[in-house]
């Protein structure tokens, strides 16, 4: 337990030091391959109806779940039958390839960068490459508050999620979890294609993202603190807006970053082309400006190291009652 506990440790500060290189083949690409090799043969296997098609997509998770977790709990058994020492060493990069911190962080910040360097048309190529919205009519405050707003809902999907899958089982529970999650990125789509086949990807990663999203508003609360943000309005705001989207899980921490910033975010988007009522979170207290973009990677980085210690307690804590 606690070897599991320092290979999270150590991975996420190789995550905060090195990123996602992007000359380094990321495992969690092998898994989007797996999805795409599926659903390609589950088509053609199922019918294209409702039934159909939902259940070729109970399937779909079955398989790849089953697949992406049985593998790295077979290659860390393996590499405990060595020795404790290289199954740590395999346990550590699993999870420093787990967490998106400083790649999170970058990639916002080459919007920021882009946006203080008043280049609007590649601030929105950068911003598209991080948000699954329309970007190419968005001025420099729908560019803004995309940015922002995938800060703050992926300090949660990318970061404090994983954090606690692999802080309770380890790596290979992370690649559960991170499984659901690559799958409805990929396929949880309402749309004509995937609304009944990604139905049950996009249930799952509701429910197994329900307590990670409301823990991960709780310490981005708190972490504003550290950070000189408002955390009196962020639990304000969260208090009220937390449920203003679509998805349970969401609004959780865009509620708290609107309110730790003192701005409004969400609202109506374009998606393929065709225009989304949302509501708004927060207070317009100010306009969105692009320094926001700073703020947000800093809250991101104060709650992501505050969970990792509330985590790593808690994990420390139970080990000694065990033993």
Request: charged share 20%; hydrophobic share 50%; glycine share 6%.
């Amino acid at each position: 337990m606690m070897l599991s506990l320092w290979a999270l440790v150590l991975g996420f500060l190789l995550d905060l030091l090195i990123g996602d290189p992007h000359f380094i083949y990321h495992p969690v690409r092998l898994v989007g391959n797996l999805i795409t090799v599926t659903e390609k043969g589950l088509r053609r296997f199922f019918p294209k109806t409702k039934g159909g098609e939902t259940a070729a997509g109970v399937f779909l998770a079955v398989i790849v779940i089953s697949v992406t977790t049985a593998v790295p709990a077979l290659l860390l058994y393996l590499a405990g039958r060595i020795s404790p020492e290289v199954r740590f060493v395999l346990e550590t990069i699993m999870c420093y390839q787990l967490l998106a911190t400083k790649s999170l962080k970058d990639e916002s910040m080459k919007v920021y960068d882009k946006l203080k360097a008043g280049d609007l048309p590649e601030a929105r190529k950068a911003v598209a490459m991080i948000v699954g919205r329309d970007t190419e009519s968005l001025d420099e405050a729908g560019v803004t508050k995309a940015a922002v707003e995938t800060v703050a809902e992926n300090t949660s999907d990318g970061i404090i999620a994983p954090m606690l899958f692999m802080a309770v089982g380890g790596a290979a529970f992370g690649y559960f979890y991170k499984a659901i999650n690559t799958m409805d990125s990929m396929v949880g789509y309402k749309n004509e294609k995937y609304l009944y086949f990604g139905r049950f990807a996009a249930r799952l990663d509701d429910v197994v993202n329900y307590i990670p999203a409301r823990l991960a508003a709780c310490f981005m609360t708190a972490a504003a603190a550290f950070v000189s943000l408002d955390t009196k309005e962020a639990w304000r705001i969260y208090r009220r807006d937390r449920r203003n989207h679509a998805s349970p899980n969401s609004a959780q921490t865009e509620a708290v970053m609107a309110g730790a910033l003192n701005v409004q975010l969400a609202g109506d988007a374009w998606y393929f082309g065709k225009l989304h009522k949302k509501k708004t979170i927060g207070d317009d207290t100010r306009p969105v400006e692009y320094e926001d973009i700073r703020r947000a990677d800093r809250l991101l980085y104060a709650t992501a190291i505050l969970s990792l210690v509330m985590f790593s307690a808690v994990k420390a804590a139970a080990w000694m009652y065990l033993v």
